[in-house]
């Protein structure tokens, strides 16, 4: 059974840094692909961050244009953890921010490809 739990959201200021993480269990992800997505009041969740699964040649890592530059994600394999560094962030960074998996190596920004989501973390950022 796979289970994924968020962690490390609160309430920052305008510019500073934080960094969430994404605990994942079982053993059918351990090698595939990640990601991180969010969903801001009112809005639909949309695409943040995504790492490519383990015996890739490098980690390949993909970001949303809205981030690219700021957002570092990163995988620890043998914690079996998952982390998202968030710099100089916006007010308009607010959102509950889910992390989700695929037994699948190829990473992708489509939401339909993960198969396992966490609860997700609130994260939010003051003017």
Not at 20 to 49: L, Y
Request: glycine letters at 8%; one cysteine or more.
């Amino acid at each position: 059974q796979v289970h994924l739990e968020e962690s490390g959201g609160g309430l920052v200021q305008t510019g500073s840094s934080l960094t969430i993480s994404c605990a994942v269990t079982g053993d059918s992800v351990n090698d595939g692909a990640m990601a991180w997505f969010r969903q801001a009041p009112g809005k639909e969740r949309e695409f943040v961050a995504a790492i490519s699964g383990l015996q890739y040649s490098r980690d390949n890592t993909y970001y949303a244009d809205s981030v690219k530059g700021r957002f570092t994600m990163s995988r620890d394999a043998a914690k079996n953890t998952v982390y998202l560094q968030m710099n100089s962030l916006k007010p308009e960074d607010t959102a509950v921010y889910y992390c989700a998996a695929r037994a699948q190596r190829l990473a992708s920004m489509k939401q339909s490809m993960y198969d396992y989501w966490g609860q997700g973390t609130q994260v939010n950022v003051s003017s």
